[in-house]
C-alpha cells in the first residue's frame, strides 16, 4: 500500500519510495538519518543514488547528519566534499564481524557524519573542577595570537568526537536488523537542533529517529519504504507520542568510555 501517509501527534510518516517522496516536501531544520549502507544481503540494504539525493538534501535542509561505516563513510563524504564538515565516532558496547575475526579487526564502531551548518548544541560532560591560572600571551601559527586568558573549569566539559552509547539490544528487543539505540539518536537530536525544530529521515526503518525526536520536543517527518518497517514504526512512534510525559526526565548522555 505504497502512498500511506499517518498523522501522529507531532511527526508525519510516509510509505513510499523516499525519492518519490523527498519533492514533494517543505524545508526542514535538519536531516538525520540512518541511510542503507549497501554493504549485506537484505533486501532492505540497498544503497540510495546519492547525487540524487544530495540534490534534494540541499532543497530541504542546511544541516545533514548521517551514519556510516567502512566504505560507506568514504562514498559518502565523497559524494558531497565541499558540504562535509566533520565525522564523529560512535563507540559500540558489542563488536560485530565475528566471520572474519581471523582475518581483520572485529568492528566496534559506526561514523557519523555532519555536513553543512545550522544549530550545534554541544552536549556538555561531568568532570572535575580546575583552576590553572591565567594562560600567558600565545604567538601561534596556525590560530593567530592568544591574549591571556584565565583557564578554569567549574567541571563541565565539552564532548569529543567519540560518543559511547551501548547498542540497541541493552534498551530491549530488536526489530530491524541495523536498528540504533535511542539513547544515540536523542542526543543527535539535542545536538543537532533546537526544540521545535523539525528533522526528516528518510530512510525511517523501525522509527527510532522519530521517537527521539518526539522525546526531545521536536517535530518528525519519516519515510520508508517497506511495509513492515513502515507499520512498526508509526506503532513505536505512536507509543512515543501518547507517553510523552514520561520522557521529562533528564537528558541521556554519553557514557564513559569502555574500558
Not at 541511510?35 to 544503497?47: H, M
Amino acid at each position: 500500500m505504497s502512498g500511506a501517509v499517518e498523522v501522529i501527534g507531532n511527526a508525519i510518516v510516509y510509505l513510499g519510495d523516499c525519492m518519490e517522496v523527498l519533492p514533494r516536501l517543505d524545508v526542514v531544520d535538519a536531516v538525520i538519518a540512518d541511510l542503507p549502507y549497501g554493504t549485506t544481503q537484505n533486501k532492505w540494504d540497498c544503497a540510495l543514488p546519492l547525487g540524487d539525493l544530495w540534490r534534494q538534501y540541499r532543497r530541504l535542509a542546511p544541516l545533514v547528519v548521517l551514519t556510516s561505516q567502512g566504505g560507506f563513510t568514504a562514498e559518502l563524504i565523497c559524494s558531497n566534499r565541499a558540504g562535509f564538515k566533520y565525522k564523529m565516532v560512535w563507540e559500540k558496547s558489542k563488536a560485530t564481524n565475528f566471520l572474519n575475526a581471523k582475518k581483520q579487526p572485529l568492528r566496534k564502531h559506526e561514523d557519523i557524519c555532519v555536513f553543512g551548518r545550522g544549530a550545534y548544541n554541544p552536549q556538555m560532560q561531568p568532570g572535575k573542577p580546575y583552576n590553572k591560572g591565567v594562560r600567558k600571551d600565545q604567538l601561534t601559527g596556525s590560530y593567530g595570537d592568544f591574549a591571556p586568558v584565565k583557564v578554569a573549569s567549574m567541571g563541565e566539559r565539552y564532548p569529543t568526537d567519540v560518543i559511547y552509547f551501548p547498542t540497541a539490544e541493552s534498551e530491549g528487543p530488536v526489530v530491524h536488523g541495523t536498528q540504533k539505540p535511542l539513547a544515540l539518536m536523542r542526543y543527535l537530536v539535542r545536538t543537532f537542533t533546537n526544540p521545535g525544530h523539525t528533522i526528516l529521515d528518510n530512510a525511517m526503518g523501525s522509527g527510532t529517529t522519530g521517537v527521539a525526536a518526539l522525546a526531545e520536543g521536536r517535530k518528525f517527518i519519516g519515510i520508508e519504504r517497506d511495509p513492515v518497517f513502515f507499520h512498526l514504526a508509526c506503532r513505536r512512534i505512536e507509543e512515543a507520542h501518547r507517553q510523552g510525559e514520561l520522557f521529562s526526565g533528564p537528558p541521556t548522555h554519553p557514557m564513559g568510555a569502555s574500558q
